[in-house]
């Protein structure tokens, strides 16, 4: 007679654990990670207080003052036209301040890249958990879908469907269910992979053994443990979504002027970089910094939830 096994849940050994003081206690330990984490605070609080922040200098993103500009349409004076009123200067042909240009911009990519990626998230998880778990005809079909998305030229589709749109339609919401949607492949093929490994541990087993419906399986047994594959994944893709939103404002596809955004001033700086290079400077440092700081956090936070296959 063959005794009966219990799977038991290992316990971690001590400072290898997965829990959140864990998972903080690692991060902490590495500088550039909360270095990362400062940078990305203090981009969050420019974007939820940017009235308050532009309204120090005296300046909205929205005033047009031609009296800073010369004949030719660019700012007077050195840098870009910076001084005590206009700290970054101001933006040739319109004289608008740049430095609130760039706070009211960080309100603009940050809402846009983190509402993408939470609409990528619902759509990947959902997509990946219930192929994976339910397998036959369904996971055929729908991974055949993704494969398709994947060879699907996308910013080509973005550009197309933004331009084509009535222009009634909000176009921060239009470039938001645009790039979200497709985000979701790419989400989707990693859960998809984590809940094939996962269906086969003997709780799952057994839980469906016992007569529990798929749903609270899935509930209950595997999103609690894709949690920490999510938060990672969420974090690594919320850079490459504001970079999208960039390249289609670069584009001149993205949110109509006069909504400030990084990508648009970049691209709008493009052409006067020999006579006004602060005009790229500022918004291309804003965006450089805050992908690589979200890149960098993305990269500590998966050593931390997988202390065993990571590099520190």
Avoid: C
């Amino acid at each position: 007679m063959t005794a009966n096994v219990v799977e038991r849940p290992v316990r971690p050994a001590p400072g290898s654990g997965t829990g959140f003081r864990a998972v903080v206690g690692r991060i902490r330990r590495d500088r550039w990670a909360v270095v990362s984490a400062v940078v990305i605070a203090v981009f969050v609080v420019v974007a939820l207080a940017a009235p308050l922040i532009a309204g120090i200098s005296g300046q909205d993103p929205y005033g047009y003052n031609v009296g800073a500009l010369n004949d030719f349409g660019a700012p007077r004076g050195s840098l870009g036209g910076m001084s005590a009123a206009h700290w970054f200067g101001v933006e040739p042909l319109t004289g608008r301040d740049l430095f609130a240009i760039v706070t009211y911009g960080a309100r603009t990519s940050l809402g846009i890249g983190l509402a993408a990626t939470v609409l990528s998230l619902v759509i990947g998880v959902l997509v990946g958990v219930t192929t994976g778990f339910f397998g036959g005809w369904y996971d055929r079909v729908l991974s055949r879908v993704v494969d398709v998305m994947f060879g699907f030229p996308s910013l080509v589709f973005m550009i197309a469907l933004t331009a084509i749109v009535p222009t009634s339609f909000p176009k921060p919401v239009l470039v938001v269910l645009v790039i979200g949607f497709f985000g979701w492949p790419a989400v989707a093929r990693v859960i998809r992979g984590q809940t094939l490994s996962l269906r086969e541990r003997n709780y799952v087993v057994a839980s469906t053994a016992m007569g529990a419906g798929r749903w609270h399986v899935i509930r209950t047994q595997l999103l609690p443990n894709l949690a920490a594959t999510i938060t990672v994944y969420a974090t690594i893709s919320i850079p490459s979504m504001i970079g999208a939103e960039a390249a289609l404002s670069f584009l001149a596809v993205g949110v109509t002027p006069p909504t400030p955004s990084w990508g648009r001033s970049i691209g709008d700086a493009v052409g006067w970089v020999q006579t006004d290079p602060m005009y790229l400077v500022f918004p291309g440092a804003a965006l450089f910094l805050v992908t690589l700081a979200f890149n960098v956090l993305g990269d500590a936070l998966r050593d931390a939830l997988d202390p065993r296959g990571g590099s520190r």
